[in-house]
């Protein structure tokens, strides 16, 4: 199973391990002559690490990306491109106690029931550091979503919540909401001094998004974002437009009415039947609390004996922060697929116009060939004519006629046809040689 590639409209497979030499992605499919976006992969970069962001790991990484094939004097060639970064401060050795142990909350006990083996350093590919490739890769996609506006933000981090949505408000953690701003900064603190972590739920607004996009039945728009917002770590839940609260409305209350100016509400969250309407596409996804805390748990050994068991050093206190930017990148993806998808059924619409210019110029290409024909009959009767030789030449009419039908059967269409057109070219050829 290609578990490791997203295989649509970039045919991405992404490889690498949280302590192994590096992280990386390889791009399959990339027409040739693009400017390769190599600033604006590096900001996304940016963006996603931890670097010395408030509650976010220690680990210092510079997660500088290098290009190793498939750009040639900053365009693509078209090529497959491999972008990968080093991991330089992978410190496998800080694992070796934790080899034989299934850390609580993380992936390391189903990894060990599936494979009977994984890379226990640092998650190794359940590790966030594996979500560099995915933003690295979207970064090639931004020429195809035009006017199309990704706004993420958090609405809830532990009890707070963020109502009064202000986004002209700018902070560490994305928090749209001045008025319990700093409280919230003041409980994460202690949340992080205690060693413990929280979780919350994140927003997601698609704006000027076209409406058509998504394919039924198994490309719907909504259940494609749905897979890509869910694998990513840490996320265990999402919900479109009024989301599970529609489990308390009526139908009166849910459907989106309409009128000659559209829509009167949006409670679908802009997808209907797995296709947009062309509203803005709502949806909130709940992000789990960092697994990795300070804080004695109880879990077992490989060999089943039981141990108490203390993350040290620092970790994310909540990842929504970290997470946004690799939500944004799962979402180009899709979009991606969508639009080219949608491309495709335009294009069918045109087809009928290119098929129809196609045979015209067959056309016009045939009777530029019989124009052609006659000259060089017109040009052979004077010749025969000059030398005294007889005009018509049976035999050669016959042995060409022999040669056609021979052609014909291979390319699939009746003797018969071929016999007539023959004839038709052969009058034609005597009555300018005569
Ligand atoms: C960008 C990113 C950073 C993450 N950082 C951490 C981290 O520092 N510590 C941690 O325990 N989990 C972190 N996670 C979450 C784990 O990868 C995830 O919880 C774990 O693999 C178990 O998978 P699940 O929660 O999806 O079941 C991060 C996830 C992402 C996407």
Request: glycine share 8%; hydrophobic share 35%; charged share 30%.
């Amino acid at each position: 199973m290609k578990s490791n590639s997203w295989e649509n409209y970039l045919g991405i497979t992404t490889f690498g391990e949280s302590h192994g030499i590096a992280i990386g992605v390889v791009i399959q499919d990339i027409k040739p002559g693009i400017k390769f976006p190599l600033v604006k992969i590096q900001k996304a970069l940016d963006a996603r690490k931890p670097g010395n962001k408030r509650f976010a790991s220690g680990r210092k990484e510079e997660d500088r990306i290098q290009i190793l094939s498939g750009v040639l004097e900053g365009k693509t060639t078209g090529m497959p491109i491999c972008m990968v970064v080093y991991n330089k401060d992978a410190k496998p050795e800080d694992y070796e106690n934790l080899k034989n142990i299934f850390r609580p909350g993380h992936a390391d006990f189903s990894l060990f029931q599936k494979f009977k083996i994984y890379d226990y350093r640092g998650g190794g590919r359940a590790s966030g550091r594996e979500t560099i490739a995915r933003v690295a890769a979207s970064g090639m996609i931004d020429h195809l979503l035009q006017d199309i506006t990704i706004k993420i933000y958090p609405v809830k981090i532990g009890k707070f919540e963020s109502s009064n949505i202000d986004t002209s408000f700018q902070n560490e953690i994305n928090w749209l909401d001045r008025n319990n701003y700093n409280e919230l900064i003041e409980y994460l603190k202690k949340i992080e001094n205690s060693g413990d972590s929280i979780g919350g739920i994140v927003e997601v607004k698609i704006e000027n998004i076209p409406a058509g996009l998504g394919d039924p039945v198994f490309e719907k728009l909504d259940a494609n974002l749905a897979k890509a917002i869910l694998s990513i770590g840490a996320v265990k839940g999402i919900e479109f437009g009024d989301g599970f609260i529609l489990a308390e409305l009526q139908g009166s209350q849910a459907n989106d009415q309409m009128s000659k100016e559209g829509f009167l509400s949006n409670h679908s969250g802009g997808i209907l039947g797995g296709i947009s309407t062309g509203q803005n596409i709502i949806f909130r996804f709940v992000v789990k609390p960092t697994s990795s805390i300070n804080i004695e748990q109880k879990t077992i050994s490989h060999t089943g004996e039981e141990v108490i068991f203390k993350s040290s050093g620092r970790h994310d206190t909540c990842i929504i922060p970290r997470i946004i930017p690799v939500a944004e990148a799962m979402i180009k993806l899709v979009l991606a697929d969508a639009i080219s998808y949608q491309k495709l059924i335009d294009n069918a619409q045109l087809e009928i116009n290119d098929f129809r210019e196609a045979i015209d110029k067959i056309d016009e290409d045939i009777l530029i060939g019989l124009f052609r024909r006659q000259e060089i009959s017109k040009l052979i009767g004077e010749y025969k004519k000059k030398k005294n030789l007889k005009i018509e030449d049976k035999n050669r009419e016959k042995e060409l006629l022999e040669k056609l039908k021979l052609k014909a059967r291979t390319w699939g269409f009746s003797e018969k046809q071929v016999s007539t057109l023959w004839k038709i070219i052969l009058e034609n050829s005597k009555k300018v040689q005569c």
